[in-house]
Structure formats: structure tokens, C-alpha cells
């Protein structure tokens, strides 16, 4: 290489070394070890639900992330049970279906957690099922296909759920599978891939619009199951997966405005791996072979904005985890190390520090508030970019009381707020930044 070509290399790995996302990994603990979880969030909480340990009886717990204060906790499910499947949307975060084990029972139970209150709720999906998917847009959060394997049942079947008053109605998948996976963008909701009651690997994508309740379908550039999907901006993003020819490494990436798809590759071919995004980041972590005889510590991290790749490594290697967003931060957590191995208990945590396309902000600097202590109204003034901005307010209970969107200032109304202090967290660009407020 001559010394022209090696200044342009050098300039090329600089310009993207700028802008590669700045971020730090940390861990939490959920209150035992299990794989085959799900995970879902919405607003300021992550929930880790369910799974299976090395007992056959699921245990009946959830985890619950609130990202506002920075603590977890955990509550009792209406049932313990295994491979089910939620979403976010709207202030509800929703779980349903399941099995007792891999196979003796399936169930109809519907777990519902309302973000505002913190409070939880139960309902029932029209028919039991596991390895189904699950995805929300609007206020809308659809359930579709699954399986009962100890009856050699495979399902069709789409529950859509209406937050906004917790009513029920029907639909359908161009074909029944289980092992799918669904994602949602705009007013867009897919779902792809799966297994048939035959158990073959399927390229069907059934696609749902929210906004008129009507179905188109398409197919993925090549059939599996097991794969994972995620979204950022106006894209799905379908991973991995395993067909008749073992793991695949293809991500099909799925243009919700244009109706095109597009292609492209993880480093490494896996199954029953998670992803999520955080930021302008879409992260693919774990995963193994079709036996899980070898697992993965690979994190593959696809940045949006320079449509360039990363890879980085988790601490614990671990194939049928679950993995969520919240905030700044991408989480996996639970799954398995090797197929004789223990499912672990950690929760690896991606917190995204900076983009690296702004100046970097320190909580104290990013925005002010005049005055502070405050009375009746205070003032917001963003010193990061203010692009694409919100402020929430949550007081020290973790419970949202004010969010909306900002330009570059805004003054916020406190007459309805008792006295006390509240968090405000200014959201910008992918990233956090949190201040105190005492109002008097």
C-alpha cells in the first residue's frame, strides 16, 4: 500500500471512528437464572417476564427495570410459564401465551402492565399457545401465530389488543406457524419467518396496517425460524434464524415508507439470538447453533446514520436470552450458555453515552432550569441539540406526571404538581440527560 492510499485509509477509519457511538457496558441481576424469557418496554420501563430455570415448573416472576430512578424490581405473574411473547405501546406493556414447560400445557393468559399507574392486569388470548410473536404500534400490540406441540397444533391465529380500553379483537396470518417473529414501524406491524406444522422453515411476512386494519403479505429473501426483529426509524430488522441449511447470518431489513427490503449479513450465522435499538443503534447479541452446543458472546451493532458495522462481545456468553431498549440503554438478559450449561441470571446492559455526532453534555450542562427551586412554572432551555427532543417528568415514585416535545425551550406548567422533587429527563438524539427539579 503506498503512502496515498494509506492517508486515506487512516482518514476514512478517523471520519468513522468520529462518529461510532460512544458507550459503556454494565450488568444487573434478574431474581433467577431462566431462558426462553421475553422482554418488552415502553416509556421508562424494561420487564423481563417469565422463562424456564433448570426445573421444568416455569417460576412465576417478572423483573421490572425503571429507567427514571435507576431501580429494578419484581412481581408475581398470573401464571409461570415459558416461551411467551410481548410488546410495548401506548403506557401498556403486554405478555401473553406460554407453556408450563416445552410441552404438556399451553396457556391463554394475558399479563398487562400499565406504565402510568405501575399497576398490573390480566386477560386472555382467544386460543393458548407458545412460540408466538408479538408487536405494537399506535395503541395497538398484535399476538400472532404459536403452536401447541403436544397436540400437534399450529395456529394462524392474530389477537390485536386496543390499550386505550383493553378490548379484543381478530385477525389472521396468511398461514399458521410458530417459531416467527414480529416487529413494528409507523403504522406498519410485521411479522416473518417461522415453522409450519410440518415444520418447515417458512419466508412468509405477513404485514398488518394499523391505520386501516388490512393485510399485505411479502417474503423474506430466504425462509427460517427463529430469528430475531427489532426496529429503528422506518425499518424492521429480521436476523438470523436457522433453516434446513443451519444458522443463517442474513438480515433482511424491511423500508416501511418505500415498501422495499433490502439485504445484509451478521458476522456470524445464528439462531435464537436478540436484538433491540438504542439510539441510531441496532444491536444483534448472542445466539447459537440449532443445538446449542455452541453459544455466542458476538454482539453485532449496526449504526443508521454511517450504515456502517461494529462488533462487540458480552461478558456471558447466551442463545434463547430476551432483549429490550429503554432510554439509552440496551439490555439482554437471562438465556443459556451451552446446551447442558445453567441459564444465567444477568442482565448486559449497552448504555449509550454519546453519538458522537454532537458535543457530548453532562446532566448538568445539557439543559437548564430557571428558576430551580421552582413555584409555579419553570423555564427549559436545551444547550444539546434540540433536535427531535422531549422533557418527561416523573416524580421520585417513578411515575410519569408531564412529557412533551421541545424545540429549543419550553416553559412547563407546574400549578398541578405537589410540592416536592421531581426527576426531568430531556431526551435528545439517542441520548439521556437527567436534572433534579424541587418545586415549593
Given at each position: 500500500m503506498n503512502k496515498k492510499s494509506t492517508l486515506l485509509l487512516f482518514l476514512l477509519l478517523f471520519v468513522i471512528g468520529s462518529t461510532v457511538t460512544k458507550a459503556q457496558w454494565s450488568s444487573a441481576t434478574l431474581t433467577s437464572g431462566r431462558s426462553k424469557l421475553s422482554a418488552a418496554s415502553n416509556s421508562t420501563?424494561?420487564?423481563?417476564?417469565?422463562?424456564?430455570?433448570?426445573?421444568?415448573?416455569?417460576?412465576?416472576?417478572a423483573d421490572v427495570y425503571n429507567s427514571a430512578i435507576n431501580f429494578w424490581s419484581n412481581t408475581t405473574m398470573s401464571k409461570g410459564r415459558t416461551s411467551s411473547a410481548g410488546a410495548g405501546a401506548n403506557n401498556k406493556i403486554v405478555f401473553a401465551g406460554g407453556a408450563d414447560d416445552w410441552i404438556l400445557s399451553v396457556y391463554t393468559n394475558v399479563d398487562i402492565y400499565n406504565v402510568t399507574s405501575g399497576t398490573w392486569?390480566?386477560?386472555?388470548?382467544?386460543?393458548?399457545?407458545?412460540?408466538?410473536?408479538?408487536?405494537?404500534?399506535?395503541?395497538?400490540?398484535?399476538?400472532?401465530?404459536?403452536?401447541?406441540?403436544?397436540?400437534?397444533?399450529?395456529?394462524n391465529t392474530v389477537d390485536i389488543f386496543e390499550t386505550s380500553n383493553n378490548s379484543w379483537t381478530s385477525s389472521q396470518l396468511s398461514s399458521g406457524r410458530y417459531n416467527l417473529s414480529g416487529a413494528a414501524s409507523g403504522n406498519k406491524v410485521a411479522f416473518a419467518g417461522g415453522q409450519d406444522v410440518n415444520g418447515i422453515y417458512m419466508s412468509s411476512v405477513d404485514i398488518y396496517d394499523i391505520t386501516t386494519g388490512t393485510w399485505v403479505m411479502d417474503t423474506l429473501?430466504?425462509?427460517?425460524?427463529?430469528?430475531?426483529?427489532?426496529?429503528?426509524?422506518?425499518?424492521?430488522?429480521?436476523?438470523?434464524?436457522?433453516?434446513?441449511?443451519?444458522?443463517?447470518?442474513?438480515?433482511?431489513?424491511?423500508d416501511v415508507v418505500t415498501d422495499t427490503w433490502t439485504i445484509d449479513s451478521l458476522s456470524i450465522a445464528r439462531t435464537n439470538l436478540s436484538s433491540a435499538s438504542v439510539?441510531?443503534?441496532?444491536?444483534?447479541?448472542?445466539?447459537?447453533?440449532?443445538?446449542?452446543?455452541?453459544?455466542?458472546?458476538?454482539?453485532?451493532?449496526?449504526?443508521?446514520?454511517?450504515?456502517?458495522?461494529?462488533?462487540?462481545?458480552?461478558?456471558?456468553?447466551?442463545?434463547?436470552?430476551a432483549a429490550t431498549s429503554v432510554g439509552n440503554k440496551f439490555m439482554i438478559g437471562g438465556g443459556i450458555p451451552s446446551a447442558v450449561g445453567a441459564p444465567t441470571n444477568t442482565v448486559a446492559i449497552y448504555t449509550v453515552t454519546s453519538t458522537g455526532l454532537h458535543p457530548e453534555f453532562s446532566n448538568a450542562n445539557a439543559f437548564e432550569m430557571m428558576p430551580n427551586p421552582a413555584n409555579n412554572n419553570v423555564s427549559i432551555t436545551i444547550n444539546a441539540t434540540s433536535e427531535n427532543s422531549s422533557i418527561e417528568v416523573f416524580n421520585l415514585m417513578g411515575e410519569k406526571?408531564?412529557?412533551?416535545?421541545?424545540?429549543?425551550?419550553?416553559?412547563?406548567?407546574?400549578?398541578?404538581?405537589?410540592?416536592?422533587?421531581?426527576?426531568?429527563?430531556?431526551?435528545?438524539?439517542?441520548?439521556?440527560?437527567?436534572?433534579?427539579?424541587?418545586v415549593e
Open positions: 420501563r424494561a420487564v423481563f417476564f417469565g422463562g424456564i430455570g433448570m426445573i421444568t415448573v416455569p417460576p412465576n416472576v392486569s390480566t386477560s386472555n388470548l382467544s386460543v393458548g399457545r407458545d412460540r408466538l410473536a408479538a408487536a405494537g404500534a399506535g395503541t395497538k400490540i398484535l399476538f400472532a401465530g404459536g403452536e401447541f406441540s403436544g397436540a400437534g397444533q399450529v395456529y429473501s430466504i425462509p427460517r425460524a427463529n430469528l430475531t426483529a427489532c426496529s429503528l426509524g422506518d425499518k424492521i430488522y429480521f436476523a438470523g434464524g436457522e433453516n434446513a441449511n443451519g444458522p443463517s447470518n442474513r438480515v433482511d431489513i424491511y439510539g441510531d443503534l441496532v444491536l444483534f447479541a448472542g445466539g447459537g447453533n440449532v443445538t446449542s452446543s455452541t453459544v455466542y458472546k458476538r454482539v453485532d451493532i449496526y449504526n443508521t446514520l454511517t450504515n456502517t458495522w461494529t462488533i462487540d462481545s458480552l461478558t456471558t456468553a447466551r442463545t434463547m436470552a406526571v408531564m412529557d412533551m416535545s421541545i424545540e429549543a425551550s419550553v416553559n412547563l406548567d407546574l400549578k398541578n404538581l405537589t410540592k416536592g422533587i421531581y426527576l426531568v429527563k430531556l431526551i435528545s438524539k439517542g441520548a439521556t440527560y437527567t436534572q433534579k427539579l424541587m
